[in-house]
T-cell receptor, first 109, second 114 residues
Framework: QKEVEQDPGPLSVPEGAIVSLNCTYS??????FMWYRQYSRKGPELLMY????GNKEDGRFTAQVDKSSKYISLFIRDSQPSDSATYLCALSGFQKLVFGTGTRLLVSP | DADVTQTPRNRITKTGKRIMLECSQTKGHDRMYWYRQDPGLGLRLIYYSFDVKDINKGEISDGYSVSRQAQAKFSLSLESAIPNQTALYFC?????????????FGQGTRLTVV
């Protein structure tokens, strides 16, 4: 069983839609939860991070963590074509950093 | 200049050839990593180093070797390249201190083995 599961997509939405991206994990030792965004032909870049259950907002982006269910989500409000990218969840704990496979998001004008 | 620099950015090599991918960083981080990324498989850890004297195998180290020449430099070698090592390779760094293990990635090296 993989430590982190993430649907690879692609997820296609129209501009302005609310996007929900999700990951599940199996190891309760993970304490730090991150979302990376990767544009085509680029390296991943950190988008958001949190280390507690609940929600964290940053502009149009909301990261949500439910430690009891081992479930993390990234919501994008008012999605824009410039949000088209691959989104990877990442979890760390006890000197270990694990990435999901990434979900490819396509936002059409 | 980028904080994490990988060279070359693209490389085509023949089966059986030895090839080295280089990574240098200006972040001042102790930890450096090499990942490969394949469609549908995500980022998989090849090797990682927590300091100059510390080298560790990741989940897919077979066929690869690394050298940590200095705190800022970490190179990945394919001793005898094979076609299934065709992939996008990323170097990353992170800070050893605190709980923040955010990783900073280079731009990637696209390697094709023919």
């Amino acid at each position: 069983q993989k430590e982190v599961e993430q649907d690879p997509g692609p997820l296609s939405v129209p501009e302005g839609a609310i996007v929900s991206l999700n990951c599940t994990y199996s190891n309760s030792a993970f304490q730090y939860f991150m979302w990376y965004r990767q544009y085509s032909r680029k390296g991943p870049e950190l988008l958001m991070y949190t280390y507690s259950s609940g929600n964290k907002e940053d502009g149009r982006f909301t990261a949500q963590v439910d430690k009891s269910s081992k479930y993390i989500s990234l919501f994008i409000r008012d999605s824009q074509p410039s949000d088209s990218a691959t989104y990877l969840c990442a979890l760390s704990g006890f000197q270990k950093l694990v990435f999901g496979t990434g979900t490819r998001l396509l936002v059409s004008p | 200049d980028a904080d994490v620099t990988q060279t070359p950015r693209n490389r085509i090599t023949k089966t059986g050839k030895r090839i080295m991918l280089e990574c240098s960083q200006t972040k001042g981080h102790d930890r450096m990593y090499w990942y490969r990324q394949d469609p549908g498989l995500g980022l998989r850890l090849i090797y990682y180093s927590f300091d100059v004297k510390d080298i560790n195998k990741g989940e897919i180290s077979d066929g690869y070797s690394v050298s940590r020449q200095a705190q800022a430099k970490f190179s990945l070698s394919l001793e005898s390249a094979i076609p299934n090592q065709t992939a996008l390779y990323f170097c990353a760094t992170s800070d050893a201190h605190g709980q923040n293990t955010e990783a900073f990635f280079g731009q990637g090296t696209r390697l094709t083995v023919v």
